[in-house]
């Protein structure tokens, strides 16, 4: 199953909750959450700009990344590229942390 629709994953706001780690905020101080991280995050603002370039839009949106055929298609490519929703981006994030 898909970790963004069953809300499960290496995000801090889904660990938080299950008591894996002591914060579910992200190094922006911001809530991390699926949302977040697709269309708001500064840290992946250049990966964000291809995702549009690819989409030939100005403005993302949930429905559009996860309810169309391009959207899912560009949404793969992004999460590829910024490797966020993975055990090793997890991982990489604790040692920051740390």
Sequence with gaps: MDPLKIRYGYLKS????????????????????????????SYFSLARNKLKDKLAINYLSLPLLLNTTSGIEASI???????????????ARELVDD
């Design 14 to 41: 889904y660990l938080y909750l299950l008591g894996y780690t002591s914060t579910n905020k992200y190094i922006c101080r911001v809530k991390e959450t699926p949302k977040y991280l697709l269309l708001s995050c």
């Design 77 to 91: 490519a992004y999460l590829s590229e910024t490797n966020i929703y993975t055990r090793k981006y997890y991982l």
